[in-house]
């Protein structure tokens, strides 16, 4: 499916992020990175339907973050390739193509089917975010059903509105 799904300009999503998504709890590198990705979560974690473009490189949230620059992560002189790495290895486990417009149920079907929560040791391997545990602990919420009377797609969690809106979030 490569045009936009329902007639909505699809969101742009580099590959890691799909994983991100279900662990994140408000830690960024800026409040504009944390103000963006809250907003990011929000759309992905709520009922409606979606488009999501998924990318290998800079995508919506990293234009947020104060480590990107023109096309690439500069936060140092092996970023790039790392998060290049990160991205290729979520893209292969959840066979996806990069460029391509998914409908974000499918991205969420995908995940919750094909990562487990000790997978991300291996695919996010060397993310400064993974000790905290929060991705595995999301990953592993989204596979147990923790909200089996959500329709699907969606994974509505506690302290979120029935808009997909984040308690406290700006946006």
Same mark, same amino acid.
């Given at each position: 499916?490569? =045009? *936009?799904?329902?007639?909505?300009?699809?969101?742009?999503?580099?590959?890691?992020?799909?994983?991100? @998504?279900?662990?994140? !709890?408000?830690?960024?590198? %800026?409040?504009?990175?944390? &103000?963006?990705?809250?907003?990011?979560?929000?759309?992905?974690?709520? %009922?409606?339907?979606?488009?999501?473009?998924? #990318?290998?490189?800079?995508?919506?949230?990293?234009?947020?973050?104060?480590?990107?620059?023109?096309?690439?992560?500069?936060?140092? *002189?092996?970023?790039?390739?790392? #998060?290049?790495? @990160?991205?290729?290895?979520?893209?292969?486990?959840?066979?996806? #193509? *990069?460029? +391509?417009?998914?409908?974000? &149920?499918?991205? @969420?079907?995908?995940? =919750?089917? =094909?990562?487990? *929560?000790?997978?991300?040791?291996?695919?996010?391997?060397?993310?400064?975010?993974? %000790?905290?545990? #929060?991705? !595995?602990?999301? @990953?592993? +919420?989204?596979?147990?059903?923790?909200?089996?009377?959500?329709?699907?797609?969606?994974?509505? +969690?506690?302290?979120? =509105?029935?808009?997909?809106?984040?308690?406290?979030? !700006?946006?």
């Amino acid at each position: 499916m490569d =045009r *936009p799904v329902g007639g909505k300009a699809p969101l742009v999503l580099r590959a890691h992020h799909l994983l991100c @998504i279900h662990g994140f !709890q408000g830690m960024g590198y %800026s409040a504009e990175f944390v &103000a963006t990705m809250a907003r990011i979560v929000a759309a992905m974690r709520n %009922s409606a339907p979606l488009p999501v473009r998924v #990318v290998r490189g800079l995508d919506t949230a990293c234009l947020s973050c104060p480590h990107h620059g023109e096309t690439t992560c500069e936060a140092s *002189p092996t970023s790039e390739a790392h #998060v290049l790495g @990160i991205d290729d290895r979520v893209l292969a486990r959840l066979d996806l #193509v *990069p460029g +391509r417009v998914y409908e974000k &149920a499918e991205l @969420i079907r995908r995940t =919750r089917e =094909r990562v487990r *929560p000790e997978d991300l040791d291996e695919l996010c391997a060397g993310c400064s975010w993974l %000790s905290y545990g #929060v991705c !595995q602990e999301g @990953i592993a +919420r989204l596979r147990g059903g923790a909200d089996r009377g959500a329709p699907p797609g969606s994974i509505h +969690r506690k302290g979120e =509105r029935e808009d997909g809106d984040v308690d406290g979030a !700006q946006g």
